[in-house]
């Protein structure tokens, strides 16, 4: 089983500026995910990362909003830019088992962000 | 579109048992995930189901129709390190995960 960390694990940020989070596996992945989880809501899929490719974005998000690189198969960074109080949120990382998008995945702890 | 509905909240007692039930509609089916998510923690994994029937994993059991479109995860013995959201998940016909808003369970002694 994958081994997943994130930095940072919270953060208060000021509206209009931007914070890049970081996501570590201790094992190489092909794919990598990221979410965003409000309070007491369902787990809402922002983008796929592959490496040696651009992300692939799910409808309602943007690269110009939340850029994502993946400079090799263990790691991967979301910026949330120009932030606004409705990106208030949980920002996890994911990564499944294996090569497979379906199969079990493993999360990261999270990064709490709160937007002033 | 595409919906997964389960319970928003349940609580149970402590050495009971208690049926968490999820239904969906979705675009296609290539298997049904629950995780466990305890406050302020990630997801972890506990079951899988693409046929129908009864997966037992421990005290732990998930059950699966895909006629009826429709999961339950039957916790027993419950104890109070149970006490998390569960969380409903479909893989859909292009092996995209639909999510559920969780079910928060409170275990009461």
């Known amino acids: 089983s994958a081994v997943i960390s994130q930095k940072p694990s919270r953060d208060i940020c000021q509206r209009g500026t931007s914070l890049t989070i970081q996501c570590q596996v201790d094992?190489?992945?092909?794919?990598m995910f990221w979410y965003r989880q409000q309070p007491g809501q369902s787990l809402t899929l922002i983008a796929t990362?592959?490496?040696?490719?651009?992300?692939?974005?799910e409808s309602g998000f943007v690269i110009d909003k939340f850029p994502i690189s993946r400079p090799n198969l263990t790691f991967s960074t979301l910026t949330v830019s120009n932030m606004s109080p409705e990106d208030s949120s949980i920002y996890l990382c994911?990564?499944?088992?294996?090569?497979?998008?379906?199969?079990?995945?493993?999360f990261g702890p999270g990064t709490r962000l709160t937007v002033l | 579109g595409q919906n997964i509905d389960q319970p928003t909240e349940m609580t149970a007692t402590e050495g009971a048992i208690v049926q968490i039930n999820c239904t969906y509609q979705?675009?296609?089916?290539?298997?049904l995930f629950w995780y466990q998510q305890h406050a302020g923690e990630a997801p972890t994994f506990l079951s899988y189901?693409?046929l129908d029937g009864l997966e037992e994993k421990g005290r732990f059991s998930s059950f699966l129709s895909r006629s009826k479109g429709y999961s339950y995860l039957l916790l027993k013995e419950l104890q109070m390190k149970d006490s998390a959201s569960y969380l409903c998940?479909?893989?859909?016909?292009?092996?995209?995960?639909?999510w559920g808003a969780g079910t928060k369970l409170i275990i009461k002694p």
């Open positions: 094992s190489q992945v092909t794919m």
């Open positions: 994911s990564a499944p088992q294996g090569d497979r998008s379906y199969n079990e995945q493993f």
């Open positions: 189901n693409v």
């Open positions: 990362a592959n490496q040696g490719s651009e992300a692939t974005y």
């Open positions: 979705t675009s296609g089916f290539n298997g």
């Open positions: 998940a479909v893989l859909d016909s292009n092996y995209q995960l639909i």
